[in-house]
């Protein structure tokens, strides 16, 4: 071929990618969609996030596929998804920890959970629960008390990271408690169940989600449940407030965010996806199975999802601040 040739062949071919340009907004997605999970495999944020996402692929037409981006208690992942092109290809599942607890432990955050993203929608409330290793000697939350705050320099207790919930909520409790026990970080409240179930550390405070099969199986105890109601998933299990402890009544979420900048009309079809997600029989069942709590219409909105963290930063920060960490 003539090298002239080539030339108008390589030129055709560049204008056509010119005028094509990106897909338009209307047309998302037209690949791929990356969940990014701040946390590991098998935590709570990675099975609400891969019971939502299998439906929502279903409902946007393109596979959702999730990646486990590990870090400094999930803010390792936000920042990413902060920075990524606000395409709609990528977005995350946040969590009470990631878009509120973070401000007010980490003094140079890298992101701004109020300004940095858009918000889709929520997708759970989790009920936060204090588990054991099962073989730990307090029998109630009553024996837990005195036991920790007598053995407060041998206790162990697991979180997923500063900034975690797991963490947020135990170092609530640990001020309540005036201790201060050993906290041994992972990388999610998957490998730090694993730990619990190998008794490898001795407590620890988390979201609902995996902890019902592990407590109805008998691989560890649970001492309460920090919400007002007891949970239909757990009816044995008493609320904190009927086992001696009101003061420490708590429950976190999980939430779906873009990067800020991305177009309306990706953000109108993910939350719808997830609206429907949420409305579908199976999903609302594996959900409510594991104890989590389903938000209702008006909770679903991008709306509400911003004034939600809004909020919780604004509760979270001074409670944070005055820690016994900073
Ligand atoms: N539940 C965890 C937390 O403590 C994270 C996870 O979902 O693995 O924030």
């Known amino acids: 071929m003539r090298s002239s040739n080539i030339l108008v062949g390589v030129l055709g071919a560049l204008t056509a990618l010119v005028l094509a340009g990106p897909a338009p907004a209307q047309d998302y997605p037209t690949r791929t969609v990356t969940l990014v999970v701040p946390f590991a495999a098998g935590g709570p944020t990675d099975v609400i996030s891969r019971i939502v996402a299998e439906h929502m692929s279903r409902t946007i037409g393109q596979q959702i596929i999730i990646e486990n981006v590990l870090g400094a208690g999930g803010t390792t992942a936000s920042t990413r998804v902060a920075r990524a092109t606000p395409d709609?290809?990528?977005?995350?599942?946040?969590?009470?920890?990631t878009h509120a607890a973070s401000v007010g432990l980490y003094p140079k955050l890298a992101y701004n959970p109020?300004?940095?993203?858009?918000?889709?929608?929520?997708?759970?409330?989790?009920?936060?629960?204090?588990?054991?290793?099962?073989?730990?000697?307090?029998?109630?939350?009553k024996e837990f008390i005195t036991w920790v705050k007598a053995n407060e320099d041998k206790v162990n207790q697991a979180h997923a990271g500063v900034g975690s919930v797991s963490f947020t909520t135990c170092t609530l409790l640990s001020s309540i408690l005036n201790i201060k026990p050993t906290s041994v970080p992972?990388?999610?409240?998957?490998?730090?169940?694993?730990?619990?179930?190998?008794?490898?550390?001795?407590y620890m405070c988390d979201q609902?989600?995996?902890?019902?099969?592990?407590?109805?199986?008998?691989?560890?105890?649970?001492?309460?449940?920090?919400?007002?109601?007891?949970?239909?998933?757990?009816?044995?299990?008493?609320?904190?407030?009927?086992?001696?402890?009101?003061?420490?009544?708590?429950?976190?979420?999980?939430?779906?965010?873009?990067p800020k900048g991305t177009p309306k009309p990706v953000l109108d079809k993910l939350n719808?996806?997830?609206?429907?997600?949420?409305?579908?029989?199976?999903?609302?069942?594996r959900l409510l199975d594991l104890g989590s709590d389903i938000p209702g219409?008006?909770?679903?909105t991008p709306q509400a999802l911003a004034a939600l963290v809004k909020s919780e930063v604004a509760r979270w920060t001074p409670i944070l601040k005055g820690s016994a960490l900073n």
Do not use: C
């Open 114 to 141: 109020e300004t940095d993203f858009e918000p889709i929608g929520l997708a759970a409330g989790t009920p936060i629960l204090i588990l054991a290793r099962k073989d730990l000697p307090p029998k109630d939350l």
């Open 88 to 97: 709609g290809y990528t977005i995350m599942m946040g969590h009470m920890g």
């Open 272 to 285: 719808a996806a997830l609206v429907k997600a949420l409305d579908d029989e199976n999903v609302r069942k």
């Open 186 to 202: 992972y990388q999610g409240t998957g490998p730090a169940m694993n730990a619990l179930v190998g008794g490898q550390v001795d």
């Open 297 to 300: 219409p008006q909770r679903r």
């Open 208 to 258: 609902i989600v995996n902890a019902v099969p592990q407590i109805k199986g008998g691989t560890i105890k649970a001492y309460a449940i920090a919400t007002a109601e007891r949970n239909p998933s757990l009816p044995e299990l008493p609320t904190t407030k009927e086992a001696g402890l009101p003061a420490f009544e708590v429950s976190a979420w999980n939430a779906l965010f873009a």
